[in-house]
């Protein structure tokens, strides 16, 4: 979700191939827009590969972030030669269209990674949040890598944030197979309002997909990362975001339910209690 307020239209990204899962072919990127969050135009193509793209299958869960007067969508891509990882795309609007701008991938080349996110840190540096998760690894964990101020290229070696079962409520999916497996997805980095930073991330519950928030003790990547007991929604939705609408509200952004077919995206109220999100 990417609110422009200079419009007052909220511009909405999400996976939109027909069978993102297949490993044959990736279509690219959709994109709605909306002044009300209810009635949406589109969808509008916002990127479709080059023959050259080096990624050809599994295009997966866009965002796109203002920075430096440009727009940038963050989006993991896989090959049968290249593990999963995170590009940037850029664009001047956010309707695009969006080409490649960062040098391939930006994620480590050694497993796979995903779902990678823009965070700028209080000293103004950009760094990549993002996942590195099955099947490569059985327990996903987060990750950050500083960049470079035009988003070109990484600026030095990822830091680990947190294996994703460290969260008390975290469950092994019963769909898993060969074993114990983890899944760590969607962070979304934020500052409540005493200024401590919190990173939200979606996994398996016991209910299903949730999603929770972890937060650092140091309000740094660095952390350490202290973890709420319960998830913040734990109805099958997840890979959340936030975000103020046109009337200042806070809002939380998910998709629901965890299946492609599916899966909308929901927009909730919602407002802090005590350091603690609570959705309306």
């Known amino acids: ?45 916002v990127f479709r590969p080059a023959p050259d793209f080096w990624g050809k299958f599994h295009f997966w869960a866009p965002e796109v972030h203002a920075w430096r007067g440009r727009y940038y969508l963050f989006a993991s891509f896989k090959s049968a030669t290249v593990a999963r990882g995170t590009q940037i795309l850029g664009s001047n609007h956010p309707l ?11 994620t480590p080349a050694d497993e796979d990674c995903l779902d990678g996110t ?14 590195r998760d099955w099947p490569a690894i059985r327990i996903g964990r987060y990750s950050a890598v500083p960049l470079t101020d035009d988003l070109h290229t990484t600026a030095g070696e990822p830091i680990d944030l947190f294996p994703v079962n460290a969260a008390p409520w975290v469950a092994v999916p019963a769909w898993a197979k060969d074993g114990p497996c983890y899944v760590a997805d969607g962070a979304f980095p934020f500052h409540n309002t005493a200024g401590q930073l919190c990173v939200m991330f979606s996994s398996w519950s016991k209910t299903g997909y949730a999603t929770a928030v972890a937060r650092s003790a140091s309000n740094t990547l660095a952390g350490p990362w202290n973890f709420d007991a319960e998830p913040i929604f734990d109805r099958d939705g997840g890979h959340a975001m936030l975000f103020t609408d046109f009337a200042g509200r806070r809002r939380l952004a998910l998709h629901q339910p965890n299946e492609p077919a599916p899966e909308h995206p929901r927009f909730f109220v919602c407002e802090e209690v005590a350091g603690a999100l609570r959705l309306h």
Do not use: K
């Open 96 to 106: 695009g269209p969006f080409t490649p701008h960062s040098e391939g991938a930006l």
């Open 1 to 45: 979700m990417l609110p422009v307020a200079a419009e007052r239209v909220y511009y909405l990204y999400g996976t939109t191939d027909r069978e993102p899962w297949r490993e044959d072919r990736g279509e690219g990127f959709d994109a709605y827009r909306s002044t009300d969050l209810v009635n949406w135009e589109g969808p509008f193509p």
């Open 118 to 131: 823009l965070y700028v840190a209080p000293d103004g540096r950009p760094w990549m949040i993002f996942s």
